[in-house]
């Protein structure tokens, strides 16, 4: 008897593995309801928790200079652009309950240092111009990474990424503008704006992460179509994209080797130092621990305000109980 559903249940996942794979092929998309592969489930927690704690710990770097922009209106958009980054944070925290985790489970893993986010927030930003290279570079490269992972085949990560993406472009466009205008300044505004770039130029390279013989995960997320396009192939795309604007700024690009072969038809770049990378990943970039420390510091003064909306929502519900 036990053999026979012991039988069936298998029966049963080699048949939704099959449905599973054939939506795949089809470039349907995987809805939250659907079966899917334990590992496909926990590549996504990983990756979407993963990406909304980069939009939330991205706001302090940039949150740091909008009590000192230059003016009203660079204050206005600064401010706006960080609001954005909190709701990117949200709907990709809201994608990734949909496979089972919870925020709180999110935020403790965040908070506790257990979870990754992308190192480029670990870096200082000594300067007004550094607003205009992370717009600029840090958006930039995220745009890159990102327009492809509007068609991933998990529905809700698909559908947050379209919406941010949109916001995405207007970031980049003031970083550009904020450059624009420094380079297009005194020479010491320029020299700001170049030594801005000079400092987020590599380690915005660095976002698309390691090269693709040295990317063990990819090849899996690929055939799952969560990512469509390998780490060196975007990183090309990337610098292909900059290599006009930095005409465009009157700066010079950091790296003398860049090159286009005309036989791949990529962009190559010089040297990466991956040395860098990982010791910012391990967490030895100069702000890693501030950055964690001001997280769990706000979390744990905004319990109040949980607690004050949770014992709201508890008296509504009460309300409503005794209209009934
Ligand atoms: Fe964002
Ligand atoms: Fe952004």
């Not at 480029?120 to 890159?144: E, K, S």
Request: hydrophobic share 40%; net charge negative.
């Amino acid at each position: 008897m036990s053999t026979t559903t012991t039988d069936a249940t298998a029966a049963d996942e080699l048949d939704a593995q099959q449905q599973f794979d054939a939506l795949i092929d089809a470039d349907q998309r995987i809805e939250p309801r659907d079966w899917m592969p334990d590992a496909y489930r926990r590549t996504l927690i990983r990756q979407i928790s993963q990406h909304a704690h980069s939009e939330i710990i991205g706001m302090q770097p940039e949150a740091n200079w909008i009590t000192r922009a230059p003016s009203l209106k660079r204050k206005a958009i600064l401010m706006a652009k960080v609001q954005d980054e909190a709701g990117h944070g949200l709907y990709l925290y809201s994608a990734a309950q949909t496979l089972g985790i919870t925020r709180d489970e999110m935020t403790e893993q965040l908070i506790a240092g257990r979870a990754r986010y992308s190192s480029i927030f670990n870096y200082l930003t000594p300067t007004w111009a550094d607003m205009g290279a992370i717009g600029w570079l840090v958006d930039g490269a995220a745009i890159c990474n990102q327009v492809p992972l509007c068609r991933a085949s998990y529905g809700p990560y698909g559908r947050a990424m379209v919406r941010i993406c949109k916001e995405e472009s207007f970031h980049q466009r003031q970083g550009f503008e904020i450059l624009l205008e420094l380079a297009q300044g005194t020479p010491a505004q320029k020299r700001m704006a170049q030594d801005a770039v000079n400092r987020w130029y590599w380690p915005s390279i660095m976002m698309f992460g390691p090269p693709d013989d040295d990317s063990p995960n990819s090849a899996q997320s690929m055939a799952w179509k969560i990512k469509r396009f390998s780490n060196d192939e975007l990183r090309s795309r990337f610098v292909g994209m900059l290599v006009p604007q930095f005409e465009a700024l009157g700066l010079e690009c950091p790296d003398k080797d860049l090159r286009f072969d005309e036989e791949s038809g990529r962009w190559i770049t010089g040297p990466i130092d991956w040395d860098e990378f990982q010791a910012v990943l391990d967490g030895r970039g100069p702000m890693n621990s501030q950055r964690l420390r001001h997280r769990r510091e706000a979390h744990e003064s905004g319990a109040w305000v949980r607690e004050a909306a949770a014992e709201y929502a508890r008296k509504q519900q009460e309300k409503a109980r005794f209209a009934a």
